[in-house]
């Protein structure tokens, strides 16, 4: 079963930067496409990482795994970074579902229009993470990752954007290892259409919020 999210720090560069950290009490199947623990495997933890906007280390994957046995996390994990106050994460729920998204809607973008010739340093990070509470086949959490990413495109239309993400948007969906396997994941399957109802309250309440970035805030 994985937790709730946890809030906590770390101390880096004379401040106290937010991280959010779930743990499992067992194993758990996953598909990611974090900086760390990314692809389909047997994951532990998530942790999700507020970062500065001047982030710029070419090691993520290191660093996340720096974080992590900081925190005493064993086994392989997830590690995800945004440049959103994690402490704002917004979790919502559906038919056993649970679905928590860190939203942060600065860099909006539609996925096939032309690349601008320099991207917009402000904050543009979704991080999307689900538990489903049954096993998944190898293409159903494919399936959830596309699903999930849908209700995320669907919520963001909603919020009058003409955008179907940012550029560095990640997902992370989370299953038990063992009990009946199902084979679909899309948003009218038996799992995939709870996934995509949670995903997108999720993303729709945390984008309707303004967002400054972290390292934006005043200190002191």
């Known amino acids: 079963m994985l937790s709730e ?84 994460v917004v979790a919502r729920a559906d038919s056993g579902v649970r679905a928590w998204a860190t939203v942060g809607l600065g860099t909006p973008l539609l996925a096939a229009e032309p690349a601008p010739a320099v991207l917009a340093e402000r904050v543009g990070t979704v991080n999307i993470v689900v538990h489903v509470p049954a096993r998944l086949g190898d293409a159903a959490l494919v399936n959830a990752v596309a699903t999930a990413t849908e209700a995320k495109a669907q919520a963001i239309a909603e919020l009058g954007l003409a955008a179907t993400g940012t550029p560095t948007d990640a997902v992370t969906v989370l299953c038990p290892v063992d009990g009946p396997e199902f084979a679909y994941g899309g948003p009218r399957s038996t799992w995939g259409a709870p996934l995509a109802r949670a995903v997108h309250a999720a993303v729709l309440a945390g984008g309707a919020v303004p967002v400054v970035p972290w390292s934006d805030r005043p200190t002191g």
């Open 5 to 88: 999210p946890l809030l906590t720090s770390r101390h880096e560069g004379g401040l106290d930067v937010p991280l959010l950290v779930w743990r499992s009490t067992a194993p758990l199947r996953a598909v990611s496409s974090g900086p760390l623990g990314g692809g389909i495997g047997v994951r532990h933890w998530v942790v999700n990482a507020t970062v500065p906007m001047s982030y710029d280390r070419d090691d993520p994957a290191d660093h996340l795994a720096a974080l992590a046995g900081d925190l005493g996390l064993d086994g392989p994990g997830v590690g995800l970074l945004t440049g959103v106050d994690v402490a704002e």
